[in-house]
């Protein structure tokens, strides 16, 4: 019988070097911060701009970005809703490893499915996953549009497309929302120091 058939068989080493004293070697929690919202809502970006202002302040991160992850372990996925679901389940079992290791990971991907994220977040300690919820409405994804899919959505040329022929649930009770202020454009980076601030306040920039 292989071991997949028997997990039991299957014995959790533990090693003499722990979480804690990595994070006290890089003076920071692991964490995950999981970005979602829809094409163009700017996710990457703020996972971005995130990276820097952490990296700025000597804070170590990794950024695990949807559309990259797919370029590579991910590749074998399609947008179908269970291989969303596997998508999704895979960068958050990534994401624990990263956290474990004591880095504050960036994870930015659509996860359109509410069950999916709730998931997600009970792999982690309370407080360690940290959701943060692009709310920007899809006409203003669709006008920005950088990489031209809405318009092949809306032409039909790609099916099951999020916020067009596919659904997208915002979160109910997530930690962060990132939004424009009325008619006001707010910065990447702004947005990121909202992120940090939080951080902050919660005691995941210190040991
Ligand atoms: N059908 C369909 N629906 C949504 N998005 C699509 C689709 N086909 C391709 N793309 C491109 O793939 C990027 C989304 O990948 P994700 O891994 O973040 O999606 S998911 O979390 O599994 O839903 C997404 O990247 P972002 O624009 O950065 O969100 C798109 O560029
Ligand atoms: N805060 C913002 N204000 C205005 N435009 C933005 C903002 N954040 C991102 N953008 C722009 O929106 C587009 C989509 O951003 P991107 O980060 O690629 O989104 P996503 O990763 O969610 O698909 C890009 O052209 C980007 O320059």
Not at 27 to 37: A, D, N, R, S, Y
Not at 117 to 134: T, W
Request: net charge neutral; glycine share 8%.
């Amino acid at each position: 019988m292989s071991t997949m058939e028997n997990p039991t068989n299957i014995v959790w080493h533990k090693s003499s070097v722990e979480k804690l004293d990595r994070q006290r070697l890089l003076q920071q929690k692991g964490c995950v911060i999981w970005i979602t919202g829809l094409s163009g809502s700017g996710k990457s970006t703020v996972a971005c701009a995130l990276s820097q202002g952490l990296h700025m302040r000597g804070k170590l991160t990794y950024i695990l970005d949807g559309d990259n992850v797919r370029h590579g372990l991910n590749r074998d996925l399609s947008f179908k809703a269970e291989d969303r679901a596997e998508n999704i389940r895979r960068i958050a079992e990534v994401a624990k490893l990263f956290a474990d290791a004591g880095i504050i990971c960036i994870a930015s991907l659509i996860s359109p499915y509410r069950k999916d994220r709730d998931v997600c977040r009970a792999l982690f300690p309370e407080g360690d996953f940290i959701e943060v919820f692009m709310d920007v409405p899809l006409h203003v994804c669709e006008n920005r549009d950088p990489k031209g899919l809405y318009k092949l959505a809306r032409a039909g040329k790609i099916k099951g497309f999020t916020g067009v022929d596919d659904p997208y649930e915002p979160p109910l009770n997530c930690e962060i929302v990132l939004q424009q202020k009325g008619r006001d454009c707010v910065l990447p980076c702004e947005m990121a120091e909202t992120v940090i601030s939080y951080l902050e306040e919660k005691g995941y920039l210190q040991a």
